[in-house]
């Protein structure tokens, strides 16, 4: 299913059918157009000086569904005036690829460049992904792999090591509100009224997926009674577009997503429906397993320590025994998950402590704590009643700074940090 388009005959790829669904049709073209990623493509940043001069590097873009992988990878095309070729790495093989690069050689030849889009590159095997290395490595194409995957997991470290790696946040609520009011503002919805508490649903339950969202707001005004679309209606199109399940397309996300939200929700009913939904589809069980180890730190946390054993014990069944046993396994893991108390505080504290240090930089550690023979002054907290230590060890600039805050759902841990601040002279 590859698709070749040139400049001259694709000034920007804005010649989208009508009949194509509405994410497509409202697909941004230019930079200015493009919603989120600003940590990406904020002003002066080395991609979008690279995007805006026309010298694109190959690169992996890593990031959650509908977050605008396949958009910017077209956006870097047509500003770098070059062919653009776009493969999905669910339906095609060597073969394809080595098709790719020989237009790539015929092009090169006339002095026009290639970008090769591979989506869900992590579905290549090694030999697959080998076979791209020397046409990346001698610039006969500039490569943009999009993966939803892990790549350090996923891509082969030579690969890795000749392309740049981007990871894509997913679109904030206030994103995905603005591209579904863009959609009305274009007449995407026809006559149909649309309510602004229909939009704010959406854009609340869409999971930061702007594809999702796009697709349950056509959903909902293709189906729309006379009165037009309701915030009930809307939430019914959402979750008939999560129900429907077909793992070679984007709803196979959507079903992921449900089984998270359900989960997280402390449905295990829920959590086993959607389970077997993937499984009856014929989902990769590694797939399922690694969401589920995700979703015991992020979202049960330090509750329920037992949590991401359970979930990495169940990742490692899927490897020893494979279907259709591991389903006991994924099975099991579902229900504790579910079962489980809840907390996102080890996901907060990550995060309130990797944004202090993109604000405030990174200062190097307090002299007694470095390595090496200089940490002279360090006062061991072995040697203390309790093994507790008063010593500083944060760097000036972050003295006082507080990022774990544990919810009521890990009282034990709370008690024990108070009970630490205290000996430590920090107060609770």
């Known amino acids: 299913m590859d698709s070749l388009f040139d400049p001259a005959d694709s000034q920007d790829q804005a010649a989208v059918s009508p009949d194509a669904p509405l994410a497509a049709r409202l697909r941004p073209v230019t930079l200015e157009d493009f919603v989120g990623q600003e940590h990406l493509l904020g002003p002066g940043s080395a991609l979008r000086q690279a995007?805006?001069?026309?010298?694109?590097?190959?690169?992996?873009?890593?990031?959650?569904?509908?977050?605008?992988?396949?958009?910017?990878?077209?956006?870097?095309?047509?500003?770098?005036?070059?062919?653009?070729e776009e493969l999905s790495a669910v339906e095609v093989g060597r073969a394809d690829v080595r098709a790719v690069i020989a237009r790539a050689q015929e092009r090169q030849r006339a002095g026009r460049g290639t970008i090769f889009f591979?989506?869900?590159?992590?579905?290549?095997?090694?030999?697959?992904?080998?076979?791209?290395?020397p046409a990346v490595e001698e610039g006969l194409l500039t490569l943009i792999g999009a993966t939803t995957e892990n790549p350090s997991f996923e891509i082969n470290g030579a690969l890795l090591s000749r392309t740049r790696l981007y990871e894509l946040r997913e679109?904030?609520?206030?994103?995905?509100?603005?591209?579904?009011?863009?959609?009305?503002?274009?007449?995407?919805?026809?006559?149909?009224?649309?309510?602004?508490?229909?939009?704010?649903?959406?854009?609340?339950?869409?999971?930061?997926?702007?594809?999702?969202?796009?697709?349950?707001?056509?959903?909902?005004?293709?189906?729309?009674?006379?009165?037009?679309?309701?915030?009930?209606?809307?939430?019914?199109?959402?979750?008939?577009?999560?129900?429907?399940?077909?793992?070679?397309?984007?709803?196979?996300?959507?079903?992921?997503?449900a089984w998270i939200k359900a989960t997280r929700g402390s449905d295990p009913d829920a959590?086993?429906?959607?389970?077997?939904?993937?499984?009856?589809?014929?989902?990769?069980?590694?797939?399922?397993?690694?969401?589920?180890?995700?979703?015991?730190?992020?979202?049960?946390?330090?509750?329920?320590?037992?949590?991401?054993?359970?979930?990495?014990a169940a990742a490692a069944a899927v490897e020893h025994v494979g279907l259709p046993e591991c389903q006991f396994a994924l099975a099991q893991a579902a229900i504790y998950l579910s079962l489980a108390p809840k907390s996102d505080a080890a996901k907060r504290s990550i995060g309130a402590a990797r944004?202090?240090?993109?604000?405030?930089g990174?200062?190097?550690?307090?002299?007694?704590?470095?390595?090496?023979?200089?940490?002279?002054?360090?006062?061991?907290?072995?040697?203390?009643?309790?093994?507790?230590?008063?010593?500083?060890?944060?760097?000036?600039?972050?003295?006082?700074?507080?990022?774990?805050?544990?919810?009521?759902?890990?009282?034990?841990?709370?008690?024990?940090?108070?009970?630490?601040?205290?000996?430590?002279?920090?107060?609770?």
């Open 355 to 360: 944004g202090f240090i993109r604000d405030k």
């Open 271 to 312: 959590s086993l429906y959607y389970l077997a939904v993937m499984l009856e589809g014929g989902e990769d069980p590694r797939f399922i397993a690694r969401r589920m180890v995700i979703l015991a730190s992020e979202d049960v946390g330090n509750a329920d320590p037992n949590a991401l054993s359970v979930a990495t």
């Open 171 to 257: 679109l904030s609520e206030e994103n995905v509100r603005t591209l579904l009011l863009r959609a009305l503002e274009r007449g995407e919805c026809g006559e149909v009224h649309v309510e602004q508490e229909a939009i704010a649903m959406l854009a609340a339950r869409a999971g930061g997926d702007a594809r999702t969202a796009l697709s349950a707001l056509e959903l909902a005004c293709e189906t729309a009674p006379e009165g037009g679309v309701s915030a009930a209606h809307a939430e019914d199109a959402l979750q008939r577009r999560i129900l429907h399940y077909d793992r070679a397309a984007d709803n196979h996300y959507d079903t992921i997503s």
């Open 51 to 84: 995007i805006e001069q026309g010298h694109p590097h190959s690169m992996l873009l890593h990031g959650p569904p509908g977050s605008g992988k396949t958009t910017l990878a077209r956006i870097i095309a047509a500003s770098a005036n070059a062919s653009f």
């Open 362 to 428: 990174a200062a190097p550690p307090p002299v007694q704590l470095r390595s090496g023979g200089r940490g002279e002054g360090y006062d061991s907290p072995h040697r203390h009643a309790g093994h507790i230590s008063a010593q500083e060890l944060l760097p000036d600039q972050a003295v006082g700074a507080s990022f774990y805050k544990p919810d009521d759902a890990e009282a034990e841990f709370a008690a024990r940090l108070a009970q630490i601040r205290r000996a430590r002279g920090r107060g609770t």
């Open 118 to 133: 591979l989506d869900e590159i992590h579905r290549f095997n090694k030999a697959q992904q080998d076979a791209l290395l």
